[in-house]
């Protein structure tokens, strides 16, 4: 753990040392009394928490909480992604939430297999714990959000609850919308990101297919809201290696990785 992640109610309460939290600071960091270690409130600060005792007899550690920093917040990037394997989710909720993705859109896509959907690993409490594990793992105590969708139309329906006409004119608002392709894509990932970045800030919707790609009908849904189609060379990815490299793409040009 690169840091102790707690609850508004926890941060103010010792922690028993059945909890993984008090295993790793007493079994893998060696902590006494008197010593400190990384901690945070989940969506909120990030601070050092002083141990002033641990009691042996109630097997609990208690501590002294002091809020140092903003706790590393999300980046405007927020990506829809084609819903993937069940151990390629595992995979991907940990690494969005480590690369600070603040939205994360799973849908169901055409050429997606359905039964995904159903994975006891999409279900709301398995996905908070695996985006819990990436945040600890960036030191972060800010987690993504989390949104499933049954196709890519309600997707982008739903996105940010904005109407499809609301959504075409989301680039002259400073939103910028990519589409990963790489079937026939209007230009390279670092060539749309680039330019519109240079200009100011601005918010990045992403969107990744599942493992079979995009349909043409999705492809034109996509395009018709706004998205330009953009490629990363010509070797094919997983879902999740793509949404992974596509994100340290963008976020570099954010200037986020500088």
Same mark, same amino acid.
């Given at each position: 753990?690169?840091?102790? +992640?707690?609850?508004e $109610?926890?941060?103010?309460?010792? +922690?028993?040392?059945?909890d993984?939290?008090a295993?790793?600071?007493?079994?893998? +960091?060696?902590? /006494?009394?008197?010593?400190?270690?990384?901690?945070g409130?989940?969506?909120g600060?990030?601070?050092?928490?002083?141990?002033?005792?641990i009691?042996e007899?109630?097997?609990?550690?208690?501590?002294?909480?002091?809020a140092?920093?903003?706790g590393?917040p999300?980046?405007?990037?927020k990506?829809?992604?084609?819903?993937?394997?069940?151990?390629?989710?595992?995979?991907? +909720?940990?690494?969005?939430a480590?690369?600070?993705?603040c939205?994360?859109?799973?849908?169901?896509?055409?050429?997606?297999? /359905?039964?995904?959907? $159903?994975?006891?690993? =999409?279900k709301p409490?398995?996905?908070?714990?695996?985006?819990l594990e990436?945040?600890?793992?960036?030191?972060?105590?800010?987690?993504?959000?989390v949104?499933?969708?049954?196709s890519? @139309?309600?997707?982008l %329906?739903?996105?940010?609850?904005?109407s499809?006409? @609301?959504?075409?004119?989301?680039? =002259?608002?400073g $939103?910028?919308?990519?589409?990963?392709?790489?079937?026939?894509p209007?230009?390279?990932?670092?060539?749309?990101? #680039?330019?519109?970045?240079? %200009?100011?800030?601005?918010d !990045? #919707?992403?969107?990744?297919?599942? %493992?079979?790609?995009?349909?043409?009908?999705?492809?034109?849904?996509?395009?018709?809201?706004?998205?330009?189609?953009?490629?990363?060379?010509?070797? !094919?990815m997983?879902?999740?290696? =793509?949404?992974? #490299?596509a994100?340290?793409?963008?976020l570099?040009?954010?200037?986020?990785?500088?």
């Open positions: 753990m690169n840091i102790c +992640l707690f609850s $109610q926890e941060i103010n309460s010792p +922690l028993d040392f059945a993984e939290r295993e790793h600071i007493i079994k893998i +960091l060696h902590k /006494k009394e008197g010593e400190t270690f990384t901690a409130i989940i969506g600060q990030s601070g050092v928490a002083l141990i002033t005792k009691d007899a109630a097997r609990q550690i208690f501590f002294d909480f002091t140092t920093g903003d590393k999300l980046n405007p990037l990506m829809i992604v084609g819903f993937p394997r069940p151990i390629q989710l595992r995979r991907l +909720l940990r690494d969005v480590a690369l600070g993705v939205e994360l859109h799973l849908t169901g896509t055409e050429l997606g297999e /359905k039964s995904y959907m $159903q994975s006891d690993l =999409a409490e398995k996905v908070r714990e695996l985006l990436g945040t600890v793992q960036a030191g972060s105590t800010h987690v993504p959000e949104f499933v969708h049954k890519l @139309k309600e997707c %329906e739903s996105l940010r609850s904005l499809f006409d @609301k959504l075409r004119n989301r680039r =002259a608002e $939103q910028t919308l990519i589409c990963l392709d790489n079937v026939n209007a230009c390279s990932l670092a060539q749309a990101v #680039v330019p519109e970045l240079v %200009e100011g800030p601005c !990045i #919707v992403a969107a990744i297919g599942s %493992e079979r790609g995009w349909t043409d009908k999705e492809r034109a849904l996509l395009e018709e809201v706004g998205f330009i189609r953009c490629g990363m060379g010509p070797r !094919i997983r879902t999740e290696t =793509a949404a992974t #490299v994100g340290a793409i963008i570099n040009a954010m200037g986020v990785l500088n």
